[in-house]
């Protein structure tokens, strides 16, 4: 049996390709973005029907988030992984930095998980890429009287 990979070294490469596809995000770059992705991996948002599967749909679907009025880009804080061979899954606490045109900048909570595959060509991908925001809202339980 293989002794798993320390923590810290999972982290690096969570950190590390979630910094490339940050990066094709500043840069608008679709192509860039879209290579952070093995040929069938998909991204999920947190939003119905937000979804893409495969390097066309991503295309597409990236194309679109770029077309935003803000950059988006995030700062990732702790991050929770496990891998097995070349197949590793994380979730990762971040701040979802939205930059305007105007020079304002929003910061909110997000949260990022995914599946990474890793070949010998392509280093990791994104296999499945989920970013969502968490609900905040106070709960209210409403009993009757």
Known sequence: ????????????????????LGRAFAE?????AVACFTPDGAAYGDDLGEHAHGH???AFF?????????VMGWEVGDVWAR????????VARTEAVLTYP???VERVPFQLS??????RREGW???LFNGTQPVTQARQLLVGA
């Open 114 to 119: 995914g599946t990474l595959s890793r070949s």
């Open 102 to 104: 105007e020079g304002l």
């Open 125 to 127: 991908r994104f296999e």
């Open 28 to 32: 608008r770059d679709v192509d860039a």
């Open 1 to 20: 049996m293989r002794k798993q990979q320390p923590t810290e070294e999972l982290q690096r490469v969570v950190v590390e390709t979630l910094a490339r």
């Open 83 to 90: 891998r097995r061979g070349d197949v590793l899954w994380f």
């Open 62 to 70: 990236l194309a679109e988030v770029f077309e935003e009025s803000f």
């Open 56 to 58: 066309e749909e991503l």
